[in-house]
DNA sequence: ATGTCACTTTACAAGTGA
């Protein structure tokens, strides 16, 4: 069983190379971020005619979510009980098989000066609270998506500029760190405690040729399921400038296989 | 600090958010 995260910075000018990865990968579950689609406007059919299940969270503005799944999603949920920014769209929550999937687009926050920073903690704080207080750590819970915090600095090309910067400070890891304690693992450290395994370059000034990333994409798990996971590997290939499918993200899909179908 | 991208708007350029 595949699963795959990605920040597709608008899925409708992300479509033609959307379909190619699926078509690549294969994956059972897919969680997209920053979709900025409406649920009216979502393109479901090309989606729905190459066999995936739809379940879309999106308001028209800066975020919007979505699950795409192989199996039909059941207890579909848009956001969370008492998510402050409800109106943004940034959770979606269905049940794909036995994995409970959750699908996040955290707040970006922009500085730490900026008045989003402490929406951000607050939010981070909320989702966390909702998350830890209606779940079990013993069920298959799946928790994907764009967290905008690098959990530790192998997860930042170069700590020392990056360091008291957003995406970084020692608040925002703490929220991150409150979800691993809480039953959460970070799939990919399973597989490798190894620097520059970045999922995020600014657009500007080359940060991808010249290699200045972070990881900020992450797939998160409960035991049970972390305990299937045999592979977890990022797409850079995806972040690269192609001819005929249109431009990248600035994001580039996190990859993670498990054994078995996790079927009901 | 910032060389980009995608979206929006009383829309054909400029502001916003990332």
Known sequence: MRVITWNVNSLRSRLPRLLALLDREKPEIVCLQETKVSNGDFPT??????????????????????ILSRRPPEVIQLGFPGDPLHEEARVVVATVGRIRTV????????????????????????????LTQSHDRGEALLLAGDFNVAPDDRDVHDPDAWEDSI???????????????????????LHSDQ???H???????????????LRIDLILATQTLAD?????????????????EGKPSDHAPVIA????????
């Open 257 to 264: 296989d498990f054994e078995g179908t996790w079927d009901p």
């Open 195 to 197: 620097p520059g395994l």
């Open 45 to 66: 059919l090309p989606l729905v005619e190459i066999g995936y299940h739809v379940v879309a969270n999106g308001s028209g503005g800066s975020a919007g979510v979505a």
């Open 167 to 189: 995406h970084v400070s020692e608040p925002e890891r703490a929220r991150i760190r409150a979800l691993l304690d809480w039953g959460l693992i970070d799939l990919l450290r």
């Open 199 to 213: 999922t995020w370059w600014d657009y500007r000034s080359g940060a991808f040729h010249q290699g200045r990333g």
């Open 103 to 130: 699908c996040v687009y955290v707040v970006n926050g922009r500085s730490l000066n900026d008045p989003t920073y402490q929406t951000k903690l607050e939010w981070l704080d909320a989702f966390t609270r909702w």
């Open 228 to 244: 299937s996971c045999v592979d977890v590997r990022i797409d850079r290939n995806e972040r690269r400038p192609t001819a005929g």
